[in-house]
């Protein structure tokens, strides 16, 4: 079973960047397509970005577009989310998830990371 560990948040001034890494443990990881999500308190989790498995294809949140840049690195079994010009409403728990390219569903999760965006 494939683990992700989402790593790279903290807290940044609006207006600053971070950059967010999802490792898996499994090499077969390379086949997933793997989205971001995030959840602030009190509110439901929501898609933030989206790569395919070669990363041929990429999709975001509107709110996002233009900000953020998923990418990935297959080689290191990892997916990146550059974060910038961040603003306090991108201040929630950031998770990652993978599934296979035939599934409508994500099937693994990790564990996600904290961005707290100060005005």
């Known amino acids: 079973q494939v683990q992700l560990v989402a790593s790279g948040g903290g807290l940044v001034q609006a207006g600053g960047s971070l950059r967010l890494s999802c490792t898996a443990s499994e090499r077969t990881f ?10 602030a308190p009190g509110k439901e989790r929501e898609f933030v970005a989206q790569i395919t498995w070669d990363g041929g294809y990429t999709f975001y949140l509107d709110a996002v577009k233009g900000r953020f840049t998923i990418s990935r690195d297959n080689a290191k079994n990892t997916v990146y989310l550059q974060m910038n010009n961040l603003e306090p409403e991108d201040t929630a728990n950031y998770l990652c998830a993978g599934r296979l390219p035939t599934r409508s569903y994500y099937d693994y999760w990790g564990q996600g990371t904290q961005v707290t965006v100060s005005s």
Do not use: A, I
């Open 30 to 39: 390379r086949m997933y397509t793997v989205g971001w999500f995030r959840q």
